[in-house]
């Protein structure tokens, strides 16, 4: 079974997420799976202070519609678009399939940059702040 205390920072972390974005139907099921995600990662280290400093981030967003808030309303709407709608149709993976390889390596390429500073952006954030956001 996992450590007592890492069971009770994700059920506060999870609690602190629901009240910050208002129980709101797109927002909570987006920072649950990005949660869950953290959580089951095999070498994250669990960081008490970090957590501790999140959930002040997390409370301060709930709180008042202030940076704290806009800064999550934002990380969420970015994983949003990143992880749920990026599933394509089958329709335009068929398309694909007749595309020149040349197109495909480009696009390829695309995708897997597109979001390599906006990672380091939040890196840093969290860097500078004592934060676990994703």
């Not at 996992?2 to 909570?28: E, M, N, T």
């Not at 995600?37 to 202030?66: C, M, N, Q, V």
């Not at 390596?105 to 004592?130: P, Q, R, V």
Request: hydrophobic content about 40%; overall charge positive.
């Amino acid at each position: 079974m996992a450590d007592l205390k890492v069971i009770h920072a994700y059920r506060h972390l999870y609690r602190g997420l629901l009240h910050a974005v208002q129980f709101s139907k797109p927002a909570r099921y987006i920072a649950r799976d990005q949660l869950r995600r953290a959580f089951r990662e095999e070498r994250a280290k669990f960081d008490p202070r970090s957590t501790i400093r999140t959930l002040r981030f997390l409370e301060a967003a709930a709180r008042t519609r202030g940076l704290e808030h806009s800064i999550l309303k934002n990380l969420l709407l970015t994983a949003y678009y990143r992880y749920y709608l990026t599933r394509e149709p089958w329709k335009i993976i068929e398309q694909a399939m007749h595309r020149p390889k040349s197109e495909e390596n480009m696009e390829a390429h695309i995708k897997k940059t597109a979001y390599k500073h906006y990672d380091m952006t939040i890196a840093m954030l969290n860097k500078s702040m004592g934060l676990c956001l994703r």
